[in-house]
């Protein structure tokens, strides 16, 4: 089946570090592939996506790209500041049959930055 | 533009109580579904819906029940809560277009059962 594999946390960074998380994925065929984010006390936002092999999406200064030949679709984001601290979910979805899509969700990443 | 808007925020029940969590979306979505976050365990699946009168169940249905008569609504009942269903559910709503929009969740009901 499909599964998401994300790398633990939590993380800690001080304001304008250089940031990645890793997320790796396990899918037949061609997912599209998304990281989204919680703020606390929030639900989830999508922060980003990627549909094809290659595709970079991006967003509030957050990059990833999707690379089949890894199996891969890593977070990153060049200078991070205090507001992004939040909880990360790399998530997949595929046609699981009809024209139903299901999100996979990896455990999540919990991001925190000092200033 | 309300999005996904489910009720209480917080609740506290007690063992073998029941509760139903409301979840009503006005984007007109055929797709809903309803998600429980344990931490550090990511979101599991309860329930999903693929338009009124239609449900099935996701990864962990069990104490579960839900039912669709609206494309707006999508109530998810407990019957005789247990301590295990302590957990903040998300509701989410989509499309069906999921590969270019994602979905649309909820801010959540945070549960506790004593």
């Known amino acids: 089946g499909n599964s998401v594999t994300q790398m633990e946390g939590p993380v800690t960074l001080s304001e304008e570090a250089f940031l990645t998380i890793n997320c790796t994925y396990t899918?037949?065929?061609?997912?599209?592939l998304f990281w989204y984010v919680q703020y606390p006390g929030e639900g989830l936002q999508l922060l980003l996506k990627?549909?094809?092999?290659?595709d970079k999406g991006s967003n509030k200064g957050f990059e990833a790209t999707y690379r089949k030949e890894t199996t891969s679709f890593h977070l990153e984001k060049g200078s991070v500041q205090v507001s992004d601290s939040a909880v990360y979910f790399c998530?997949?979805?595929?046609?699981?049959?009809?024209?139903?899509?299901?999100?996979?969700f990896g455990k999540g990443t919990l991001l925190t930055v000092n200033p | 533009n309300a999005g996904v808007t489910q009720t209480p925020k917080f609740r506290i029940l007690k063992i073998g109580q029941s509760m139903t969590l409301q979840c009503t979306q006005d984007m007109n979505h055929n797709y809903m579904y309803w998600y429980r976050q344990d931490p550090g365990m990511g979101l599991k699946l309860i329930y999903y819906s693929v338009g009124a009168g239609i449900t099935d169940k996701g990864e962990v249905p069990n104490g579960y029940n839900v039912s669709r008569s609206t494309t707006e609504d999508f109530p998810l009942r407990l019957e005789l809560a247990a301590p295990s269903q302590t957990s903040v559910y998300f509701c989410a709503s989509s499309s069906g277009r999921d590969r270019d929009y994602g979905y649309t969740f909820g801010s959540g009901t945070r549960l506790t059962v004593v």
């Open positions: 990627a549909t094809k092999a290659d």
């Open positions: 899918a037949t065929g061609y997912p599209s």
């Open positions: 998530a997949l979805t595929r046609n699981s049959g009809g024209s139903n899509y299901k999100l996979t």
